[in-house]
């Protein structure tokens, strides 16, 4: 699994890189950036990718409603929230994409190839969030314009690539940047995909469920339901504003605390960082009716909750804290079927990403669409040589993790089925 032979083709690759590049590893786009001369005044973007924070927020948010593809983690609220607390998430920075009336169409929140992969390769990545979902903010009557002008500025600070993390392949933004690519004579390259769980809120709900779940299984869900009513009338909840979701999310944090995440350590409430950075931006998003916290309670007892996200069209389906005294009812998935009439019962909301692994156990069986997602490596130069060879680093990296991690998830497993 851990090689001298793959470690040597990482070592001979970066090696490669350097040399090919001309500069010192992760260090060449700061020295690129520092190089390039101030910005003409006709010229609305900064001539380097600034710091997040440094983004206009009204800017942003003009932005973010005109977006080609809705993204709730890439919201300034949600985004910004992460930068400042999230441990190993602050300090991003932003390429910026701004029309010659100065507009802003393009955002992607970006970090370095060393930051994203511990890789000294001259490629920006887009940030992490917090969830997997990585989809560029571009304005959808100039997605074509936004992506060009986000290469052309990752292209100026000595990037050779950019590598679009966690992105919907069959999405806009991935269309938007194929077409900008092409004038170049450049293609996309997926770095490797899977497919997640996504409701189509369009259905009628029942419907969707007999479908997805089948009779029998229908049947003991109800059954579990009734048992959970023993405790105490079952009731679904939702939590939108700034002064009833602060609570809710406490529930919320207490749930998620009490099971198996707090056995990893895993649970927001463990980390001050965390904890700050999800009260702030779940405060902020419910404001703006960005965010919710969707309970379900058996009398006054809550026994599960999650947060959802709102963007468009799309919601987002964060976190989910159980009460795992109840696990014999299946309180998780109650919640998940009380989500699913929910969203849609709401004309707004066309779908849900899950964002979950693929594969849940839980999600997988009752949201029976797929999203396809992938790591696409976007070229800036022609015939560029170090394309191939970051390509070729990832693509080992990967293939040296993915089996570590996972026997890491398997001992996990095996000790908390015995804790």
């Known amino acids: 699994m ?5 470690m040597m083709g990482i070592r001979d690759v970066l090696e490669a890189v350097k040399t090919a590049g001309g500069a010192n590893g992760h260090r060449a786009i700061g020295e690129a950036q520092a190089s390039l001369p101030p910005r003409a005044a006709t010229d609305h973007a900064p001539a380097r990718p600034q710091m997040l924070r440094d983004v206009p927020p009204e800017s942003w948010r003009s932005l973010a409603a005109r977006a080609a593809e809705p993204n709730g983690y890439n919201l300034p609220d949600w985004a910004l929230a992460v930068d400042a ?3 190993g998430r602050t300090g991003n920075r932003a390429l910026t994409a701004w029309n010659d009336n100065g507009t802003l169409i393009g955002l992607m929140p970006t970090v370095s190839a060393w930051r994203a992969y511990g890789l000294p390769l001259p490629a920006l990545v887009t940030a992490d969030v917090y969830p997997p979902l990585g989809t560029v903010l571009l304005d959808r009557d100039k ?3 936004a992506a060009g002008r986000l290469m052309r500025q990752a292209r100026a600070a000595g990037a050779r690539a950019l590598i679009l993390r966690d992105t919907p392949l069959d999405g806009p933004v991935t269309a938007a940047f194929t077409r900008a690519m092409a004038w170049d004579g450049l293609r996309p390259r997926v770095l490797h995909s899977h497919a997640r769980a996504l409701l189509d809120a369009t259905r009628d709900a029942e419907e969707l469920l007999r479908e997805a779940l089948g009779a029998k299984k229908l049947k003991e869900l109800r059954r579990q339901r009734n048992r959970l009513a023993d405790t105490g009338d ?3 909840t939702i ?3 700034p002064e009833n979701i602060a609570p809710a999310l406490e529930v919320f944090l207490q749930l998620e605390a009490s099971g198996w995440k707090a056995r990893r350590g895993t649970a927001l409430i463990q980390d001050e960082a965390h904890l700050a950075f999800i009260r702030r931006a779940v405060h902020d998003m419910a404001a ?10 058996a009398g006054e007892t809550p026994v599960a909750a999650a947060i959802v996200l709102r963007h468009l069209d799309r919601a987002f389906y964060f976190k989910l804290g159980v009460d795992e005294r109840f696990a014999k009812c299946s309180p998780g998935v109650l919640l998940t079927l009380e989500l699913t009439r929910h969203m849609c019962a709401d004309e707004r909301i066309a779908s849900v990403d899950s964002t979950a692994m693929p594969g849940h156990p839980m999600i997988d069986p009752i949201w029976r669409d797929r999203l396809p997602i992938g790591d696409v490596l976007i070229p800036l130069r022609r015939r560029d040589p170090l394309v191939g060879a970051i390509r070729l680093a990832l693509n080992l990296r990967r293939q040296i993790r993915e089996p570590a991690r996972r026997i890491v998830h398997t001992i996990r497993k095996v000790r908390e089925k015995h804790s």
Not at 2 to 6: A, I, Q, Y
């Open 2 to 6: 851990f090689s001298p032979h793959d």
């Open 85 to 87: 607390f999230s441990r």
């Open 143 to 145: 997605a074509d314009e």
């Open 234 to 236: 079952v009731t679904f």
């Open 239 to 241: 939590a939108a504003t």
């Open 288 to 297: 703006r009716g960005e965010c919710e916290v969707i309970s379900l309670y």
